[in-house]
């Protein structure tokens, strides 16, 4: 588990790639269905006016357009033999970023609402460079490259998403 840890920990810090991350069939689901689970509590959570559907939509799509577009951009370059690590590597780092996100909100004070808004940015920033470095590790590109795909990647996930609930992007 520590070794784990370790292997997220430090892709997070963009020390190593996804290619240390364990690529089995049933944990590579686990962290996917983990990110799911946990993306979907804490989106409740921050909105608790919206419908547990929309919001588990909202989610899946999400999710689910990260893992297609990350499929085609390996495909597109030859190396989908490297989809089960990348996946691995892109929603475990999620999780951790997601787990942050919620410690931050869930801890601070309606005083320190500012502070806590650009805490978020800053975590939100610092998970689309993380991918970024994930893609360009997995993709054999440039790190701007892997940025701007992660980037790229994120708002079309995020408009997707908006558009599956019915909300005006």
């Not at 997601?98 to 800053?122: C, D, H, N, P, R």
């Not at 993709?139 to 790229?152: K, N, P, T, Y």
Request: glycine fraction near 6%; include cysteine; charged fraction near 10%.
């Amino acid at each position: 588990m520590r070794s784990l840890l370790l292997v997220y920990a430090n892709l997070c810090l963009l020390r190593r790639g996804p290619e240390r991350v364990p690529t089995h069939a049933w944990f590579v689901i686990g962290i996917v269905l983990a990110d799911i689970a946990l993306s979907f509590a804490i989106s409740m959570r921050l909105s608790s006016a919206t419908p547990a559907l929309l919001v588990a939509t909202s989610v899946t799509v999400s999710i689910a357009t990260t893992a297609l577009i990350t499929w085609l951009l390996l495909q597109w370059r030859g190396f989908a033999g490297r989809y089960p690590a990348t996946i691995a590597a892109i929603f475990g780092c999620d999780l951790i970023f997601t787990a942050l996100l919620a410690s931050v909100v869930l801890a601070i004070s309606e005083e320190f609402t500012i502070a806590a808004k650009g805490l978020m940015t800053v975590l939100t920033l610092w998970a689309i460079v993380v991918n970024g470095f994930i893609l360009h590790r997995a993709m054999q590109i440039r790190f701007i490259f892997g940025f701007l795909c992660a980037l790229l990647m994120a708002a079309f996930a995020g408009t997707i998403s908006a558009l599956a609930i019915g909300a005006r992007s």
